[in-house]
């Protein structure tokens, strides 16, 4: 609950002052950038990216998007990140990983000069990811059980990490890569199997016990000023 609360006040701020720029108040000078996510798009992902700049070393960043059915996806860069077991799914055979997600949070810039495209940054982001998911489940320890239809929705909130260099392509054309890692709540021990994909956090094999989640990101951004 209290994770909702801050990611709500972090909505309002940032609708607040973009509000206040709208406005032309000189001393709100914010430079707007959207942005999306191309190498989620191979996992069936929409991640869109907001992001706002007054000051050189600091930006306020808001992402939120939709994954439809990760279980019929092609991310390599997820499957590479994560370790694989023998553990097989625990029983479980996904149709449908499914689900939407939201992060608001800020990035530190490693620059000077606010004009300036080159550069390190860091991030912290507070995230929740709505997941829904479909299977069928036979019990591994019953030899030809019959299968059980099965269907869920799980919240999961977490905080991401980010780190990353910013590169200007052309004009208001920028670019973001680097890497995330969440952390999500104990929820995701709800998600059914061992071969998770939580929205907005990534993909991870948990048998092993993990519980970071990494995502690969590549951020084409144009600026709206």
């Not at 490693?110 to 997941?131: A, I």
Request: proline letters at 5%; glycine letters at 10%; hydrophobic letters at 35%.
């Amino acid at each position: 609950m209290k994770l909702k609360r801050s990611i709500i006040v972090l909505v309002v701020v940032a609708l607040t002052t973009g509000t206040v720029s709208g406005q032309g108040d000189r001393n709100w000078n914010w430079n707007r950038e959207i942005g999306i996510n191309v190498l989620q798009l191979p996992a069936t992902t929409l991640d869109l990216a907001y992001e706002m700049v007054q000051h050189s070393r600091y930006s306020i960043s808001i992402n939120a998007g939709y994954t439809i059915n990760y279980a019929n996806s092609f991310d390599w860069p997820g499957w590479f990140l994560s370790p694989h077991y023998k553990c097989g799914n625990n029983g479980y055979s996904l149709d449908n990983q499914s689900g939407g997600f939201f992060k608001a949070g800020l990035k530190y810039n490693f620059r000077n000069d606010p004009e300036k495209k080159n550069y390190f940054f860091l991030g912290g982001f507070l995230t929740g990811s709505w997941v829904f998911e479909t299977a069928e489940y036979r019990n591994p320890e019953i030899e030809n059980s019959p299968p059980l239809a099965l269907s869920h929705n799980v919240f999961i909130p977490g905080f991401t990490a980010a780190a990353g260099y910013n590169l200007r392509i052309s004009g208001k054309l920028t670019s973001d890569a680097g890497v995330q890692f969440s952390f999500p709540s104990g929820k995701f021990l709800d998600l059914y199997g061992y071969q998770n994909y939580i929205p907005g956090m990534g993909y991870m094999e948990t048998c092993g016990n993990e519980r970071i989640f990494p995502m690969l990101v590549f951020n084409l951004k144009y600026s709206l000023n």
